[in-house]
């Protein structure tokens, strides 16, 4: 039986862990010929070993253009062409505008929101080529409401949503689609590191479990599953959209 991305080739960053690792391995069970990226290679190739079949696994530093263009021409080598973009890499680092330093605010602002425009631009002809294709990010609900101490991430997330929105008025004409999920707190190594940097880890982990309608944080396959969707021709009339994944916690007030 065929798989919803069958045949499509995909490159996903931040595939080492998380979000990235369980949408790369929905990807290679939906059919998808799949490049696992990562910052640490040897992270990103047992992402692929994990995969197995034809998955590739290779490092890839998402704030360097060179470093994004070489993956992306692998891919292509490897795999004939380029129909779907994931850009998943991303960071957080915790502080107000008074707290961050200027280092710190660069960081996260061209890990999260600068690298997704150079994928974008690095990938774009060769979507273009296959007719068409769809660029997919991870953004978060911290880019439609803010979160005290948390200003470089905020800020970045919400850029993304608006940088997702233009792509695709940008490539409508080309067939190319851009979306981005936009995932409630979720059981990553991300999220254990924000939880850690907190005063009390535990209360803080408690506090964001009940800001959620559904009762639980989410998984990386709640994100992977969206993904999927959104990669897929189901979606092919589906572009500009910021998919809120997140147990409802951007519903409104909930009162537990």
């Known amino acids: 039986m065929a798989g919803r991305l ?3 080739a ?7 862990s998380g979000i990235g690792r369980a949408t790369a391995q929905r990807f290679a069970e939906e059919g998808a010929h799949v490049v696992a990226c990562d910052l640490r290679p040897k992270t990103a190739q047992e992402t692929a070993a994990l995969i197995g079949g034809d998955a590739l696994g290779l490092g890839v530093d998402v704030t360097d253009r060179a470093s994004i263009r070489a ?8 795999f004939g062409g380029l129909d779907v973009l994931v850009c998943n890499a991303g960071v957080t680092i915790v502080g107000s505008v008074m707290d961050l330093t200027e280092d710190q605010w660069d960081t996260e ?16 002809d060769h979507l273009a080529a296959r007719g068409g ?26 850029g993304l949503i608006m940088l997702t929105k233009c792509m695709a008025l940008d ?3 080309q067939n190319i689609r851009a979306n981005c999920v936009c995932p409630g707190f979720t059981n990553t190594p991300m999220i254990d590191g924000y939880f850690d940097a907190q005063d009390d880890p535990d209360a803080s982990r408690r506090f964001a479990i009940g800001l959620h309608p559904l009762g639980r944080m989410g998984e990386p396959l709640d994100h992977a599953n969206a ?16 998919l809120n994944v997140d147990g ?6 909930w009162g537990g």
């Open 71 to 78: 993956v992306v021409e692998a891919t292509v080598e490897r």
């Open 133 to 158: 294709g769809s660029i997919l990010s991870t953004a978060s609900m911290a880019g439609q409401w803010a979160i005290p101490a948390d200003a470089a991430y905020c800020a970045s997330k919400a």
């Open 248 to 253: 409802g916690i951007t519903c409104g007030i």
């Open 6 to 8: 069958d045949g499509k």
């Open 10 to 16: 995909a490159l996903v960053t931040g595939a080492g």
């Open 227 to 242: 993904f999927v969707y959104l990669a897929s021709d189901e979606a092919s009339w589906v572009t500009g959209l910021e």
């Open 109 to 124: 602002l061209d890990t999260n929101l600068k690298s997704v425009f150079l994928c974008a631009k690095e990938a774009w």
């Open 171 to 173: 490539g409508a004409k």
